[in-house]
């Protein structure tokens, strides 16, 4: 027999020890006191009370001591882990209550702020489909020149010789300004351009002229009291109709295809001479008159099985128009062209209805996006 025998066994457990739990406590409550979101309490939960933390692993020891010693550090560790777990969940609430307080004011809806949320429209057909137009004749070296829309009765019609009893007046049905004898109409035509840029510059004179003008039509399927008209003028040394030709045949290939020309048909017009009708080679059936479909054979509806569609006037600038502007006609001779911008567009989009593209309907519009 040696010593005492008490049951008391000594075996010590460093993990057990008042000061090691109380540092561990003590570590968690200040890194508790520290965490300053929910995702740092979430770190700190784990590392202080997860299965590898020091106050789980105590907790795991007590049941290694001898039954006497078990209650104290029972309670030791028990009382630490408590005060952890309060310290927690109190700092849970702390936490979320910021969070909630932060997401309040970081994703606060001014509902004054100008709203994104209108739908975008697109640029008009007649605009971009003008600009087109334009952008063919630049690319050729032409400039772009633009007049009032309402204007001069005289730079509308005399200067075009289409004098004050000219039968032709009445071919253009004309919207007057009151009072009648201020002589100012809104053009119903854009060939008054043709006559301002002569008396303005000096050729070589080399421009186009796309505009609204407007005549007194009914306003259906394909009238309206306002259009658009594309003119073109050259006036140069050696002009000939040839040019005219040629100059009409690669705007027409620009516009609607390779391979769509024109074709002239005699006509009249006061301030041309020779004067002609331009026809374009219908670009749907290509001038076949007819059309290929899933149920056979069909008479092209673009061009009513014409082989041709109707493009617009043209012809060699008549020298009484040259001197009235102030060109030369001994040296100059030049030509001139004009073209419904709406009609074009309409071949060229299938548009049917020509009151489509004054109604300003957005949809119609945007189905043409930023495409001409
Ligand atoms: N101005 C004519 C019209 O509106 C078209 C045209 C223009 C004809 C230029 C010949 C030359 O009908």
New binding site residues.
């Given amino acids: 027999m040696s010593g005492p025998n008490t049951d008391y066994d000594p075996v010590e457990v460093d993990a057990l020890k008042p000061e090691e739990v109380e540092a561990a406590r003590d570590a968690a409550l200040a890194a508790i006191a520290q965490a300053a979101d929910l995702a740092d309490l979430k770190q700190v939960r784990t590392a202080h009370t997860g299965d590898r933390s020091p106050l789980a692993l105590a907790n795991r020891e007590i049941g290694a001591l001898p039954p006497q010693a078990r209650k104290e550090a029972g309670q030791r560790v028990g009382q630490a882990r408590g005060a952890v777990g309060k310290a927690l969940a109190e700092r849970q609430v702390v936490l979320e209550a910021e969070h909630e307080e932060r997401m309040l004011v970081e994703e606060t809806v001014d509902v004054t702020l100008p709203t994104d949320r209108l739908p975008r429209g697109a640029r008009h057909p007649l605009t971009t489909g003008a600009e087109h137009i334009a952008d063919i004749f630049v690319a050729m070296g032409w400039e772009v020149a633009e007049g009032p829309v309402i204007e001069a009765e005289w730079l509308n019609f005399d200067a075009l010789n289409l004098g004050p009893d000219h039968p032709a007046r009445t071919m253009?049905d004309t919207f007057w300004t009151d009072p009648e004898d201020h002589g100012l109409v809104l053009r119903?035509?854009?060939?008054p351009v043709q006559a301002r840029t002569m008396l303005t510059r000096t050729p070589p004179i080399y421009v186009v002229c796309p505009g609204r003008v407007f005549r007194t039509d009914e306003y259906d399927a394909t009238h309206s009291p306002v259009f658009h008209?594309v003119?073109g003028l050259a006036i140069d040394e050696g002009i000939s109709m040839a040019h005219l030709k040629g100059t009409l045949d690669h705007f027409a290939a620009a516009m609607f295809g390779e391979g769509i020309s024109t074709r002239f048909r005699p006509s009249f017009?006061p301030?041309?001479e020779p004067?002609a009708e331009v026809d374009l080679v219908c670009f749907v059936c290509r001038g076949a008159q007819v059309v290929t479909t899933a149920d056979g054979v069909e008479t092209c509806r673009t061009c009513r099985g014409e082989g041709w569609i109707e493009w617009?006037?043209?012809?060699v600038v008549n020298p009484r128009v040259l001197t009235a502007c102030g060109v030369d006609s001994e040296r100059y001779s030049g030509f001139?062209?004009?073209m419904g911008i709406d009609r074009t567009l309409m071949f060229r989009h299938g548009i049917e209805d020509m009151r489509e593209l004054f109604e300003g309907d957005v949809r119609f519009t945007t189905a043409f996006g930023t495409e001409l």
């Fill in positions: 253009q119903t035509h854009t060939s008209q003119e017009f301030f041309t004067s617009g006037g043209c012809g001139a062209f004009g």
